[in-house]
């Protein structure tokens, strides 16, 4: 079982990202995906979330973010846009064999992280 975060970057303030979250090992469509962030000296915080069809996101990026799955590339998905420099951190996605939706948040229920890829909003 694996997962593989990538697309992160530095971009400017107002510019987009599409990070990836590819899995190996297991079929995404039969787990919950999340992405989580972390930035220095912060704790790590969930962003969004993805399953049967069933999307979250954190206040903070609500209309900016998306969160999608492609099942015949077994990746998930999530499209920044309008980035602020409050965005940088460390991306992380990881797998939730099942939660409560509402707690989607909660780090406890994923057993699987991927490596995380670095997001840095700055002029």
């Known amino acids: 079982v694996q997962l593989q975060a990538c697309g992160g970057g530095l971009v400017q303030p107002g510019g987009s990202l599409r990070l990836s979250c590819a899995a190996s090992g297991f079929a995404l469509d039969d787990f919950g995906i999340g992405w989580f962030r972390q930035a220095p000296g912060k704790e790590r915080e969930g962003v969004s979330f993805?399953?049967?069809?069933?999307?979250f996101y954190a206040d903070s990026v609500k209309g900016r973010f998306t969160i999608s799955r492609d099942n015949s590339k077994n990746t998930v998905y999530l499209q920044m846009n309008n980035l602020k420099p409050e965005d940088t951190a460390v991306y992380y996605c990881a797998r939730a064999p099942r939660l409560p939706f509402s707690l989607w948040r909660a780090q406890t229920y994923y057993n699987y992280w991927g490596q995380g890829t670095q997001v840095t909003v700055s002029s």
């Open positions: 993805i399953n049967v069809g069933r999307k």
